[in-house]
């Protein structure tokens, strides 16, 4: 019998800490297919964030390491520049990137590193308790905002995308979302093409995933989904906000797919 789903072979056989309907995962996996069919997982290295996903290495089957709440663009700056043909790349939720991170992620894009960068928005700060986070949106409760997210009080959601498409440096900036089948197919092409573009050594690239918290947003995660549909994507547009590099593919240019580890037989790694 042919099998049509099957597990990366640069994902681990350990089971995730997140909470049902989170898309943390699935962006886990997403990464995973692209890695394994660029064949590039001997030369990744991954800057995993504090956040919900801090546990990342676990779950990748391919170099991780950690950095400080919101310093990944800069740890992927100095690994990059000492190794340049590895592929680089930092994971950071909204928390990490759009507040305590805010000045490394600008500054490493202005420098035109050529490192991709995944950004998860999931509009809170998940790991700590639901917090209001700076994408958070207007009129939306959480645990630091009980009377919603007011704009004279709070301010308003940031568009770190939009406002990173001024910076020379940057070359690819892309938002998708993964609350449906043919939006998780387009973050799988945009992190194909955040790859390629730096294996093509053309600069900083960054896709921006809408992503489900459906624990503080207090929902079922089939209504996360549908709050995606409905009101996320409306203040957060997708689609591409800049690209230099049109002729770049967003498919499978090098390596090859090999048969698949389908079976797990390996132990979780030890978290020591
Ligand atoms: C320097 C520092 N400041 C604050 C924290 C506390 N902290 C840990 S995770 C986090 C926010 C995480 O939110 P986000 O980056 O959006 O990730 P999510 O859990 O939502 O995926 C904060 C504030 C910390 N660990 N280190
Ligand atoms: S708190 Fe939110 S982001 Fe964190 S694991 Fe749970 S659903 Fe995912
Ligand atoms: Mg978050």
């Known amino acids: 019998m042919k099998k049509m789903f099957e ?3 640069s994902m681990t056989c350990a089971r995730t800490h997140y909470c049902s309907g989170c898309g943390h995962g699935l962006i886990h996996r997403i990464i995973c297919e692209v890695i394994d069919e660029l064949d590039i997982a001997g030369r990744v290295v991954a800057v995993a964030p504090v956040g919900c996903a801090v546990l990342a290495y676990d779950y990748w089957d391919f170099d991780t390491t950690e ?3 919101g310093r990944t663009p800069a740890v992927a700056t100095g690994i990059k520049r000492v190794l340049p043909d590895n592929v680089v790349f930092t994971y950071q939720g909204d928390g990490d990137l759009a507040a305590i991170g805010t000045a490394e992620i600008i500054h490493a894009a202005n420098r035109g ?4 960068v995944i950004f998860v928005n999931n509009g809170v700060y998940g790991m700590t308790g639901g917090q209001m986070a700076p994408t958070t949106l207007l009129g939306q409760t959480t645990a630091t905002s009980q009377f919603t997210r007011r704009a004279d009080k709070e301010g308003f959601p940031i568009k770190i995308l939009e406002m990173m498409k001024v910076l020379p440096g940057a070359v690819y900036l892309e938002r998708t979302s993964v609350h449906s089948p043919k939006e998780v197919a387009k973050t799988k092409s945009a992190i194909m093409k955040s790859f390629n573009t730096q294996l093509g ?4 690239s960054m896709v921006e995933i809408i992503s489900p918290c459906p624990t503080y947003w207090g929902m079922t995660p089939l209504e996360s989904m549908e709050r995606i549909e409905k009101e996320v994507i409306k203040v957060y547009p997708l689609g591409s906000v800049k690209d230099t590099l ?3 593919s967003s498919s499978r240019t090098r390596g090859s797919i090999k048969p698949r580890n389908t079976i797990c037989d390996r132990s979780p790694r030890s978290r020591g």
């Open 67 to 69: 950095a400080a709440h």
């Open 246 to 248: 049109p002729q770049m």
């Open 201 to 204: 050594k053309k600069g900083f």
């Open 7 to 9: 597990k990366p072979r």
């Open 113 to 116: 590193e050529n490192i991709s």
